[in-house]
């Protein structure tokens, strides 16, 4: 990891970062590329997640979607999976990579290098909750790992990987929340052939 404050060139640093004493800038890795990871349960991937994908893959140089493995939720899709599925999903898009993670998103990034969490929010109860796990993570990483957050495209405002299942519990259409293949897998999981 490069140092913890941001240095460019011979000369002073006139940044504004070098001024207020600043840790890293967000940009800031050992081989100098844009790099960020957006995390998730990904339970299964809806098009607000391939959304927010898209818009990250065009700010970034190199996107990692990581579903979370986290052992105390009781998922419809096993990690392998979502990871499955998002690479399908993704495959596409050359800069963008699918892995899994335990434990702590903080520990993750180091391991990786990474500074940015990009996270979506859709309405103001996403606020709250992401506000608090992008002021945990900054605080836990000691200020190097910072969360970008990108806002829902209006059509996708009411969409989440929740709704899809209750959806698809009933057999209902889930067309327009998720690509043909997942949405194939999703009613499988529930007996159904399709969705009418
Ligand atoms: P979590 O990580 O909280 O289990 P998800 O895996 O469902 O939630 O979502 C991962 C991230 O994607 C979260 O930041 C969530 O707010 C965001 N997200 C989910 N659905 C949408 C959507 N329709 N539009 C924009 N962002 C979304």
Redesign the pocket.
């Known amino acids: 990891m490069t140092g913890l404050h941001a240095s460019a060139g011979s000369g002073p640093d006139m940044s504004p970062a070098a001024h207020l004493s600043l840790p890293l800038t967000i940009s800031e890795t050992e081989d100098n590329m844009k790099k960020a990871i ?6 299964p ?5 391939i ?2 994908i898209h818009r990250a893959a065009s700010i970034f140089d190199e996107l990692t979607v990581s ?2 493995n ?1 052992k105390e ?1 009781s998922p419809l899709f096993s990690v392998e999976e979502r990871v499955k599925m998002l690479k399908e999903v993704t495959e596409a898009l050359p800069n963008v990579k699918v892995e899994s993670f335990s434990g702590l998103l903080i520990d993750y990034a180091r391991s990786k290098d990474v500074h940015v969490s ?5 309405a103001i109860t ?1 606020f709250e ?2 506000l608090q ?1 992008a002021q945990t993570n900054k605080l836990l990483s000691a200020g190097e790992l910072d969360t970008v ?5 209006l059509e ?7 709704s899809v299942k209750e959806i698809a519990t009933f057999n209902g259409d889930i067309s327009k929340c998720v690509p043909p293949s997942v949405a194939a897998l999703v009613y499988a999981k529930y007996g159904h052939r399709t969705g009418v």
Do not use: C, M, Q, W
Not at 156 to 162: D, G, R, V
């Open positions: 957006y995390p998730g349960s990904f339970d991937v809806t098009y607000g997640h959304d927010i579903v979370l986290n939720k990009v996270r979506g929010l859709r996403d909750y992401e796990i957050f990108l806002t829902t495209s996708y405002a009411y969409l989440s990987s929740s």
